[in-house]
């Protein structure tokens, strides 16, 4: 879409707002927005938490809302009573104060729709006269370098209250600020919704991915690219006699993981002593099981954490599983090594015999991740682990080599273009989210006139 300029500007003396229209105030929110804090009544009064009435936003709200979309506060999970309100330093703030977090999630912003009091993790702004409380909003979404700037602190990031108080903008004539967060709000709504379309497509290009995988390893091909390498387009089934394994090929053995592949421990080297880090093994826990190959790690040991330590240095080609973690809630990682490497104990890798191809068992582990899913125990701390005895008694199909081969070659193929389209599409996705963030920029800092333009594309 095309905009067309304001007319005439002229400086702000804001640096991140530069030129602004010539009839627009600039200078301090302060001027246009009375700056509040919150605060935390205390917890050992039972009578400022009981018979609660009073919305209370916390840190813990901010986690419910959705990805900066949202422009109004959500429903609070605590509330406070008046008496915990008039024996704090809280206050009870008017319907269209706005919000920013100040610590945590630092920047996030949204408008109350009722009168709330907020925690001292929240910096809050209550328009004056001359401030509609949505432009401000879109402003607080525009400044993130500013919220950069005036962070604070290392561990424990914060924007200080004499920074927040200098921050600056640039306020329009209200009837103006109302035409741009209208159109603010309708063609972002319009973006949004393209994008939930496309995040959608994203989800059913996965699930015909996870199907495929599925269908291949526990079939065999499909029918035209079997007949393509010479093999049986429809072969004879038999029963697996394995529930969730179903019919497999005629031909196809069925046996279990621990018969036909060997298990291999991981390990973590003293962390007291720096010798065995930042050596030139890479070393692999779960956090680095989001690829299906792994190459390198940022976590490596030394030859003198290795032979001083319970590790092993596994060979090229070793499958590697995560066995315990929550993920295993919900997933089950699978990877296969193009390097040797060690792994921490929260691993196990696979090293397959004769009978089987690597690949062919990655691909086969991650067709069936919900059988290891629902395998998966409570451990005593709470999270899901996997014991070796059970992983080793889940039985495998056992296609041919050469069979197995040809079904590494096809579900490489085919995973490769639906993931070139899924990458394709979140590119897409990206540059829809950048023109949002410009769009809403622009508009709010007077770079465009969207004052009853119908945009052209």
Not at 224 to 249: E, M, T, Y
Not at 252 to 266: E, I
């Amino acid at each position: 879409m095309k905009y067309q300029p304001y007319p005439r500007y002229k400086p702000s003396g804001v640096e991140w707002l530069g030129e602004v229209p010539e009839h627009w105030e600039a200078g301090h929110l302060r001027r246009f927005a009375a700056m509040k804090t919150g605060h935390t009544p205390s917890r050992t009064e039972p009578g400022y938490w009981a018979d609660c009435e009073i919305p209370w936003f916390t840190l813990a709200d901010v986690w419910q809302l959705r990805n900066g979309k949202q422009i109004y506060l959500g429903e609070t999970k605590e509330r406070i009573s008046r008496m915990g309100l008039a024996n704090s330093a809280a206050e009870l703030l008017p319907t269209g104060t706005v919000v920013f977090s100040r610590t945590a999630s630092i920047g996030f912003s949204g408008i109350m729709p009722e009168p709330m009091a907020t925690t001292q993790d929240f910096w809050n702004w209550v328009p004056g006269p001359k401030l509609i409380s949505e432009f401000l909003l879109y402003q607080f979404r525009a400044m993130s370098q500013e919220f950069t700037r005036f962070t604070m602190g290392s561990t424990h990031k914060t924007i200080y209250q004499p920074d927040a108080a200098r921050l600056c903008t640039c306020v329009p004539p209200i009837a103006e600020q109302q035409a741009i967060v209208t159109h603010i709000s309708r063609q972002t709504a319009k973006l949004d919704t393209l994008v939930e379309k496309k995040r959608t497509l994203i989800e059913r290009l996965k699930e015909k991915r996870t199907a495929l995988i599925s269908r291949t390893v526990t079939r065999g091909l499909p029918p035209d690219a079997a007949r393509a390498v010479g093999l049986d387009p429809h072969p004879k089934l038999k029963p697996s006699n394995i529930d969730w394994l179903g019919d497999v090929p005629e031909h196809w053995l069925v046996k279990p993981l621990g018969r036909v592949v060997r298990f291999a421990g991981g390990a973590t080297p003293d962390k007291g002593k720096p010798e065995y880090w930042d050596g030139e093994i890479p070393w692999v826990s779960p956090k680095d099981m989001k690829v299906m190959r792994i190459a390198n790690v940022p976590d490596h040991v030394t030859q003198e954490g290795l032979a001083n330590s319970a590790l092993i240095l596994l060979p090229v080609k070793s499958v590697l599983i995560v066995v315990r973690g929550m993920i295993l809630a919900h997933s089950f990682p699978v990877a296969i090594s193009d390097v040797p490497v060690t792994i921490n104990q929260d691993m196990k890798a696979i090293e397959v015999g004769t009978q089987l191809e690597a690949e062919f068992v990655l691909w086969v582990l991650t067709g069936i991740a919900p059988v290891f899913v629902s395998l998966a125990d409570e451990s005593a701390h709470g999270t899901r682990k996997l014991e070796s005895e059970v992983i080793a008694k889940v039985c495998l199909p056992v296609p041919p080599r050469d069979e197995q081969v040809s079904i590494i070659a096809f579900l490489e193929r085919e995973t490769s273009r639906l993931d070139a389209m899924v990458e394709k599409i979140e590119t897409a996705i990206d540059r829809l989210q950048e023109y949002r963030t410009a769009l809403i920029t622009a508009a709010v800092t007077g770079k465009i006139d969207v004052r009853g333009q119908t945009p052209t594309a």
